[in-house]
T-cell receptor, first 115, second 109 residues
Framework: IAGITQAPTSQILAAGRRMTLRCTQDMRHNAMYWYRQDLGLGLRLIHYSNTAGTTGKGEVPDGYSVSRANTDDFPLTLASAVPSQTSVYFC??????????????FGPGTRLTVL | QKEVEQDPGPLSVPEGAIVSLNCTYSNSAFQYFMWYRQYSRKGPELLMYTYSSGNKEDGRFTAQVDKSSKYISLFIRDSQPSDSATYLCAGGDFNKFYFGSGTKLNVKP
């Protein structure tokens, strides 16, 4: 593994179903982030984690939850998916949070469609 | 109002042209600014970052920040077809970054 991996690459999901998007980094970065990218709205921060064991809410956290049990993994869970959660989801990481050490490196994304 | 505003384009230029991509931001506390490039169906990749006002040059790319007008620019000299992508600007303070919606650039051979 080199960098950030995300799984699955794409998924079609029925509304009301539970879904976990996986994100793993091997760079030993302290901070990790989840964004969604929608046409015309750009990247919007869902949740973040400054270090293992801590998480925080971003700009659009409703309907999503995260956990950070260790440095490498940062899964994003949709407890009960709704069509408005159809989007491309990007996981990112940075050495630390704050300033230029917050330079973020992105994964390849997960395309999620909720029907 | 979004924290960072960016014209979505698309912007179409001939190969070799100088490209100017621009963003505005609303929060005067922002100190850190970045430009990302995103190819179709890929994740964004960091192109350049700057701190506070001023210029930064890296090869054919120059990033410029004018904090007095809250204006962020990216200039691409001698543009190439391989520069065709969506360019995202971002600004933030110590804790959080905010991204523009991206400008789609097409460089025609």
């Amino acid at each position: 593994i080199a960098g950030i991996t995300q799984a699955p690459t794409s998924q079609i999901l029925a509304a009301g179903r539970r879904m976990t998007l996986r994100c793993t980094q091997d760079m030993r970065h302290n901070a990790m982030y989840w964004y969604r990218q929608d046409l015309g709205l750009g990247l919007r921060l869902i949740h973040y984690s400054n270090t293992a064991g801590t998480t925080g809410k971003g700009e659009v956290p409703d309907g999503y939850s995260v956990s950070r049990a260790n440095t490498d993994d940062f899964p994003l869970t949709l407890a009960s998916a709704v069509p408005s959660q159809t989007s491309v989801y990007f996981c990112a990481s940075s050495v630390a949070s704050g300033g230029l050490t917050d330079t973020q490196y992105f994964g390849p994304g997960t395309r999620l469609t909720v029907l | 109002q979004k924290e960072v505003e960016q014209d979505p384009g698309p912007l179409s230029v001939p190969e070799g042209a100088i490209v100017s991509l621009n963003c505005t931001y609303s929060n005067s506390a922002f100190q850190y600014f970045m430009w990302y490039r995103q190819y179709s169906r890929k994740g964004p990749e960091l192109l350049m970052y700057t701190y506070s006002s001023g210029n930064k040059e890296d090869g054919r790319f120059t990033a410029q920040v004018d904090k007095s007008s809250k204006y962020i620019s990216l200039f691409i000299r001698d543009s190439q077809p391989s520069d065709s992508a969506t360019y995202l600007c971002a600004g933030g303070d110590f804790n959080k970054f905010y991204f523009g919606s991206g400008t789609k650039l097409n460089v025609k051979p």
